[in-house]
């Protein structure tokens, strides 16, 4: 079956460090692209950034470029979202999606994750 | 950056309804836009892309259609199970969407 699978919720203090993940199985992990998109409760739909992991060319939204990473480890077929130093505002519904162009910039989103509820509080 | 604006944000519909939800983009896209449909708790579905690509699975009452900077997604006769919220995404550029249109029973 061809699915990702999320890495369970996180509550974290801020200025915590956090990393998520998301495993591809069931298709050629190093063959397509793999986003980040963010939802902050009660809101709608922002795109993060985007990973191919067969050569890890990574793109990143202006909005999050410099707060957050992205990576992957295609050896495991698992991509990463990483916080340095958390803050409250990063308290989200974090899901990871896989566009259906493959290797080519179509990047609309046919694969989801079921999501990573990230919680941040002190 | 390119701005996605979908309309209206609420839509009260009932079953057997025709329904038309708008997104419209900042600048040209060609017919780079898909659409999804987001039930509360669950990820979001692909049911078009390319403008008017209907996604493997997709009942067919769903459509879509535009190019350029205006395009729609149309449910030809609303089933209960459609009740959800719908955004568009562009993918001319880096990825954006639309604030969403939440469809609710009327």
């Known amino acids: 079956e061809v699915q990702l699978v999320q890495s369970g919720a996180e509550v974290k203090k801020p200025g915590e460090s956090l990393k998520i993940s998301c495993k591809g199985s069931?298709?050629?992990?190093?063959?397509?692209?793999i986003g980040w998109v963010r939802q902050m409760p009660g809101k709608g739909l922002e795109w993060m950034g985007i990973?191919?992991?067969?050569?890890?060319?990574?793109r990143y939204s202006p909005s999050f470029q410099g707060q957050v990473t992205i990576s992957a480890d295609k050896s495991i077929s698992t991509a990463y979202l990483q916080w340095s130093s958390l803050k409250a505002s990063d308290t989200a519904m974090y899901y990871c999606?896989?566009?259906?162009?493959?290797?080519?910039?179509?990047?609309?989103?046919?694969?989801w994750g079921r999501g990573t509820l990230v919680t941040v509080s002190s | 950056d390119i701005q996605m604006t979908q309309s209206p944000s609420t839509l009260s519909a009932s079953v057997g309804d025709r329904v038309t939800i708008t997104c419209r983009a900042s600048?040209?896209?060609?017919?780079?836009l898909a659409w999804y449909q987001q039930k509360p708790g669950k990820a979001p579905k692909l049911l078009i892309y390319?403008?008017?690509s209907l996604e493997s699975g997709v009942p067919s009452r769903f459509s879509g259609s535009g190019s350029g900077t205006e395009f729609t997604l149309t449910i030809s006769s609303l089933q209960p199970d459609d009740f959800a919220t719908y955004y568009c995404?562009?993918?001319?550029?880096?990825?954006?969407f639309g604030q969403g249109t939440k469809v609710e029973i009327k």
């Open positions: 990973i191919y992991p067969g050569d890890s060319d990574t």
């Open positions: 999606a896989r566009p259906g162009g493959g290797a080519t910039t179509d990047w609309y989103f046919d694969l």
């Open positions: 995404q562009q993918y001319n550029s880096y990825p954006a």
């Open positions: 390319k403008a008017s």
């Open positions: 600048q040209s896209i060609s017919s780079w």
């Open positions: 069931g298709y050629s992990f190093t063959s397509y692209w």
